[in-house]
Structure formats: C-alpha cells, structure tokens
C-alpha cells in the first residue's frame, strides 16, 4: 500500500480527524474523545457524516464515494446501534481505510 | 417553539411539524443548548402526531426529525412504514445533494420548489424515504431515486428492493419537511 507523505502521517490523522469532528459538530476540541458518539454524545445528525465525509476527502487527497461509508458501517459495526456504536475512534478508522485504499 | 401544526397524510396517519419560535433565536445556533432544544423539538411534534392519530398505546410506528429548532413526527399504524425529515433549507448544500442523487433528481426537485431549495427537498425527501425503509444511514440515500416531484408530493423507488414511496412535502418558514407513510405490502 502506498500513501501520500504529503497527506497526512499516520500519527497525525487522529488529531487530524479529531479536529474535523470538533468543526464539523461545531462543539469543543476537548469534547471530542476517541470514545465520544457522534450521535449520542455529540448530536450529529445525518448531514453531519456528510460533511465529515467530505472534509476526509480533503484531509486524504481522494474522491470519496457514500457507499464507502456505508460499506465500511455495515461491515465494521454489524447489528449495532449506530447512535452509540460511531465514535471518533471508528471516523478515523474510516479514514485511515480510506487514506490506505489503493487507487482505482 | 412555535405551536405544533398537524395534518392528517391517510387514514390513521399524520404529520405534525413544530418551528422554532423568535424566543429560540435565544438558544445558541451551537453545542449542547442547541441540541436539546432540537430534540425537544422533536418530542413536542411527537406529542403532537401521536395526540392528533389517537392510535392506542403500542399499536403505532412513529419516525422523528429534528434540526434547526424544528421537530417533525410521522405516526401510523403499528406495521405501516413510516420515516420523516425536516432540515434548515439553507443546511443542504448543492454538494450535498450531489453526493447522494444524480443531476436528473435535482432537476425534478428544482422544478418544484426552486433553485434554492431544491437541495434540501432532495435530502429531506431521501431521508425520510430511508427511514420508512427501516434503515439508517447515509448509504442507503442513494439508493431511493426520485421520479417526479410536484407540489406537496414526490414519488421516489429504491434501486435495490424496487419498493415504490409516495412522498409528502411542505416547505415552510426556511425549512424543508417531507415524509413518507406507506401501508404494509401485501405478498
């Protein structure tokens, strides 16, 4: 797998994706932990993942297609409540996927 | 909030819708206050729903929305498929809906409420399509195709089950409600 040095390093992507949550739910930095629900803890809305979506596609330098979201929830949290089951910890996941995903 | 507004959408089945009142302007447009002024929103129509169907305790489905001050609720017979969504117009970028229909589903909802709304319709009517689907989430948005949109109504089908939704819409106020509430399918 070849990433970007330019994008983002992989120790820097937690902090980075912490950052996107804090503006995106426009809430405090300090509010926003590894463990925090989006839903339950930090009122996302549906929207919200949207924009976070969008703002992973500008912090890993890719076009990022909904289904992948979809795709990755679906096989990452089986069953679950996603109110409580979405973290901060699971966005960078999704990122990390995202950021590591060969090219087409 | 503003007092609820309640409509009946089929037999058994309504809608109530409830705005923010000029007194909300008060709650920060941010952060916790925000987020349990929505939700209170959101019971309040809730409240308003269920009190206007008069279906018994346990014997009705209900969906939620809230977003911007305003709450939204769709109640039906238990068994019925029932989903809404309500969001500020301005929320819903032309990003947005681009990532979640094709130019043609933008188009019919343009021709219907203008250019300026016309993103929001698109997600509200997709969402509250998911929801009466019996799924959450973004990835299934895409999914549900919307056909035509008039006045008041949509029809939107899903590419995967092939499942028909007739949809109902009103934009009010800066905000943008639709619902879908579809009796069960017979085999």
């Known amino acids: 797998v070849s990433v970007d040095p330019q994008v983002v390093a992989p120790g820097e992507l937690h902090d980075a994706v912490r950052g996107l949550v804090s ?72 990122a990390e996927r995202e950021r590591d995903r060969p090219a087409a | 909030v503003e007092p609820p507004r309640a409509w009946r959408v089929a037999p058994d089945a309504w809608v109530a819708l409830v705005l923010p009142s000029p007194l909300d302007a008060r709650v920060p447009a941010i952060g916790r206050a925000r987020r349990i002024a929505d939700r209170r929103a959101g019971r309040v129509a809730a409240v308003a729903a269920s009190g206007a169907a008069r279906l018994a305790r346990g014997r009705s489905r209900i969906s939620r929305s809230h977003s911007g001050g305003a709450g939204a609720a769709a109640v039906a017979p238990e068994g019925w498929s029932v989903g809404v969504d309500v969001i500020p117009a301005g929320r819903v970028t032309r990003r947005h809906a681009g990532a979640v229909a094709g130019e043609a589903e933008i188009a019919a909802a343009e021709a219907a409420v203008g250019a300026p709304g016309a993103a929001g319709l698109v997600w509200a009517l997709k969402e509250a399509a998911v929801k009466a689907g019996g799924v959450r989430g973004l990835a299934a948005m895409p999914e549900w195709v919307i056909h035509c949109v008039s006045a008041g109504r949509a029809e939107l ?31």
């Open chain 2, 157 to 187: 089908t899903c590419s995967v089950s092939h499942t028909r939704a007739l949809a109902g819409w009103v934009a009010v106020d800066g905000f943008l409600c639709a619902w879908v509430v579809r009796p069960p399918q017979r085999p």
């Open chain 1, 23 to 94: 503006d995106v739910l426009m809430v405090p930095l300090d509010s926003v932990r590894a463990d925090s629900a989006l839903v339950g803890d930090l009122g996302a809305e549906s929207i919200d993942f949207l924009d976070l979506i969008f703002r992973i596609e500008d912090l890993v330098k890719r076009k990022i297609p909904t289904s992948h979201w979809g795709a990755f929830v679906s096989e990452r949290l089986p069953g679950a409540d996603l109110s409580r089951a979405i973290t901060t910890a699971v966005v960078v996941e999704f």
